[in-house]
């Protein structure tokens, strides 16, 4: 990647990063299901403009069935999971977790999809369960407290947004993906707006948490997808995702300058060590070959 790309590459990871201090900081004013609706309703009509700049309105209509359950599955549900998170997990706690993704995605298209897992997947995968385990251990209890169900909705958020992935790539490939992005919003809020009238805030948010999900709409979702995009094209799909390695480092760097969140040493080595599971597990790392023997005459 060119310095270019390597800054669009940092400046992504920051903005995904700061939507958990959003999400953190007003989720408590709107609901966790409220608050999304309006997210994800905003960065669709942030992204129409674009759409018929580039002509590509005819592909969303041609696939509105595909792109609807992206946007149930890719947004609206996991959205509202990890919103509802927030609620009793810090704003870095919630990025680790989400970290989990690429190895929901890898399980699920071994299950679904019979991709097979290499050898470095399954020791990234198992690490990862490792690194999930250390992180949530001292703080999920059995009695079904408020922290327990954070974590579990944390972790399913991950879950759905692998579903969505390996959807996307059996249903969606070749589809021009600021459609799928657009339409995928827009068929979000239409499936949230029910449920977000029916648990609407008694009291109207304040102005700032208006602010908030407005920026985390058009700057966290819409300018953030179009930038992400635009690595997948320049820097190829492969660099553009290691931005999955960022986010909790800047999720955890945010929630402490913002917000004085505390991040403990045990909750760092946990993240390391979930990192380095989704990085094997990816294939962004690998384990060193075998060197074979050589027979001598």
Known sequence: MNNRNIF???LLAALWGASFLFMRV???EFGAVPMMMVRVALAGLFLLPFVWWKKRQQVMIEKVVPISIVGIFNSAIPFSLIAYSTLYVTAGFAS??????PMCAAVIAYLWLNQRLTRSAVIGLFIGLVGVVLLVWDKIGFSGDESTFAILAGLGGAF?????????????AGVDALAITTGS???????LLPMAVAWWPAQMPSIASWINVVVLAIVCTGFAQILYFRLIDQAGAANATTVTFLIPVFGMVWGGLFLDEIVTLDTLLACAVILAGTGLTTGFL????????VNKA
């Open 8 to 10: 669009d590459l940092i």
């Open 26 to 28: 007003s989720v408590p």
């Open 96 to 101: 680790v977790l989400n970290a989990a993704t």
């Open 160 to 172: 759905f947004y692998g579903i969505a992935a390996n959807y996307s790539k059996k249903r969606l």
């Open 185 to 191: 919003q827009i068929s979000a809020a239409i499936f």
């Open 286 to 293: 690998k384990l060193p070959l075998k060197k074979k023997a």
